[in-house]
């Protein structure tokens, strides 16, 4: 029996006067892929940003891995690797401070070398020594994936991490966060438009509407769907929506 | 009239969002602008004795004051004009047939406009600093027209030497040097704190700096004194610039850095530390190499001296909020202006009382980040 790694109860969100999320319930499992679908603009990234603590919820809990965001932020945090956006990252700063400053943030004692192999396996060694305000889009995406990945995180929250990835890096994530899922190292929330993922990766899916999860599909619908073709997972999204 | 401007109607449309979301913040806005206002009144009332040295001052030393509102106007109308430029190449509707007259409209617009804000808002407060001091009228007038005119020189001035198109202009990383390559990454705060030297490094490029340097060359191929006075002039005027910008870096570094870092466990007094470390050193080693120039050049030391704690005083009090808040995620304009408006105060009943009680209030911001 895996453990409950993200305990998301009854959230509620928003932003001034607009009500974002509206009641999000949901639990994550160790070992799990789960999926975050939805149109734009309903409530994806507010999700993930009230699961990394950068948003405090108007109502409802979060628990990571036991620990309440509200009540036990730093407790939450320490268990949480969080891929920002590639926007956010810090220009005046090359790859390789990056790295060091989160993982100081983080507490750590030295930088997972597994970390850094994947880092040469993105072929990003070489711009490690460069500012960041050099880098391409999907650059960045590959420091903000190994930023998250940084202090062995029970959970990690991905914002459309593979956007901007050319597919050589983007199956280097995919089969790493693979890896730590199969020893039952972490679960993966994954905010994503791309329905491939979804058939191919995810173990578990839930689709926001409106600010709340009207759909979840469990690993063995999933996998149905995945032995019925590629177009059947778009066909049940549509029936959703 | 403004749909047939795009880029001006885009920008108005802008600015009418933003006003609406203001809405949505009313308390905030309110205690801001209530604020400003008691800060404003509380220095009118304090200094109003002092206000009819202050415009006689301003008259007798005219061309002083022409020449620098001129170079301030120039200056701040030349960057404007630039970042116009910038913005208007990769803005939006950078692809949309927008006309080279229509685009040059909304440049000259969202350039002069801070400006004409600016001179309005100087103006209401000569004017009120005029009543508060009960300055004759025709006095404060003449000053007055002395500023608007400066200004419009200035801005003239500004407009036509100001580089047009360049689009690598505002780029951040071309003066701050290449990194040292190294094999080694082990966890460190070490380049959060030298964030904000990196940020004044990047502001301080050539292009920026060159008006700035012009003044004070200005003032000493005026006063006809020697090289070395001259040199040492600019010395600590390029230090007090880069001082000054370090002071402003840190709230810049220190509310990006903790966006970047809200996820993670980071616990304030290591933030706090980490990003004022080096800038803290920085303002020391700077502030007593100024101390020294300054003292080289026959200033009495004990002048002197109170300048630099009175500096180091403002450096640790304005660190003190900019890490408290940009950890809190909150703008620190109002803490400022009282924390800095109540050090005024007493600066003025008490010489000399600011410094100890700027390190208090340091000590009671810090205090307050602690218990976040």
């Not at chain 1, 995810?202 to 073709?229: C, F, H, N, T, Y």
């Not at chain 2, 809190?328 to 202006?337: A, C, H, N």
Request: glycine share 6%.
């Amino acid at each position: 029996m895996t453990s409950i790694v993200l305990d998301v109860r009854d959230v509620h969100a928003r932003y001034g006067k607009h009500e974002v999320l509206r009641g999000v319930t949901l639990q994550v499992r160790t070992g799990q892929w789960f999926c975050l679908l939805g149109p734009n603009g309903v409530g994806k990234s507010t999700l993930l940003h009230c699961v990394a603590a950068r948003l405090v919820p108007s109502a409802g809990d979060i628990l990571v891995c036991g620990h309440s965001v509200r009540t036990h932020t730093v407790d939450a945090k320490r268990k949480l690797g969080f891929g920002c956006a590639p926007e956010q990252l810090p220009g005046l700063l090359t790859g390789r401070q990056c790295l060091e400053v989160y993982a100081n943030a983080k507490g750590l004692e030295r930088i997972d070398p597994e970390v850094l192999e994947l880092a040469e396996a993105l072929k990003f060694s070489s711009y490690l020594d460069r500012f960041v305000d050099t880098y391409s889009l999907g650059t960045r995406q590959k420091l903000c994936v190994l930023l998250a990945l940084l202090g062995e995180p029970a959970l990690v929250v991905l914002d459309e991490a593979f956007n901007g990835l050319d597919p050589a890096s983007a199956l280097v994530v995919k089969r790493h966060l693979q890896e730590r899922l199969a020893a039952n190292r972490c679960a993966v929330m994954l905010a994503t438009h791309s329905l491939d993922i979804v058939e191919h990766y995810a173990d578990k899916a839930a689709l926001l509407l409106d600010g709340r999860v009207v759909r979840e599909w469990s690993d063995s619908e999933i996998a149905a769907m995945r032995q019925q073709g590629a177009a059947r997972f778009e066909e049940a999204l549509a029936q959703s929506g | 009239m403004l749909r047939r401007h795009p880029l001006l109607f885009a920008e108005w449309l802008a600015a009418c969002n933003l006003l609406r979301r203001a809405q949505a913040h009313v308390p905030t806005v309110l205690a801001a602008v209530l604020g400003v206002f008691a800060a404003l009144a509380v220095f009118l009332l304090t200094f109003a004795p002092r206000f009819r040295a202050v415009f006689e001052g301003l008259l007798e030393y005219r061309v002083l004051t022409i020449a620098t509102v001129a170079l301030y106007a120039a200056f701040a109308v030349g960057k404007q004009r630039e970042r116009a430029e910038v913005r208007y190449t990769q803005f939006w509707l950078a692809a949309a047939p927008v006309r080279q007259y229509s685009r040059t409209l909304a440049i000259l617009v969202v350039t002069l406009l801070p400006l004409t804000a600016q001179l309005f808002a100087v103006c209401v407060l000569l004017a009120t600093m005029g009543i508060a001091g009960s300055v004759d009228a025709a006095v404060v007038g003449k000053v007055m027209l002395w500023v608007a005119v400066a200004t419009i020189m200035g801005a003239t001035a500004g407009w036509w030497s100001a580089r047009r198109s360049r689009a690598d202009a505002l780029e951040g990383s071309r003066y701050v040097g290449a990194a040292k390559p190294r094999t080694e990454t082990v966890p460190s705060a070490a380049a959060l704190s030298g964030w904000p030297i990196a940020q004044v490094r990047a502001w301080g490029r050539p292009e920026n700096l060159r008006i700035l340097v012009l003044i004070p060359a200005l003032f000493a191929v005026q006063a006809g004194s020697s090289a070395v006075h001259g040199l040492s002039v600019l010395a600590i005027w390029v230090l007090g610039g880069y001082l000054s910008g370090l002071l402003r870096a840190v709230w810049q570094a220190g509310s990006a850095a903790s966006d970047w870092l809200r996820s993670t466990p980071i616990p304030f007094a290591q933030f706090a530390w980490a990003m004022t470390r080096k800038a803290l050193l920085h303002q020391l080693v700077g502030t007593a190499v100024a101390a020294a120039v300054m003292i080289s050049l026959g200033a009495p030391w004990p002048s002197t001296l109170y300048v630099s704690a009175l500096w180091l005083a403002i450096v640790l009090l304005s660190y003190s909020i900019f890490v408290v808040d940009a950890y809190r995620s909150r703008q620190p304009l109002v803490r400022l202006i009282l924390s800095f408006a109540t050090l005024a105060i007493v600066e003025a009943r008490e010489h000399g009382w600011s410094i100890p009680l700027a390190a208090l209030f340091a000590a009671w911001h810090l205090r307050a980040g602690a218990k976040t």
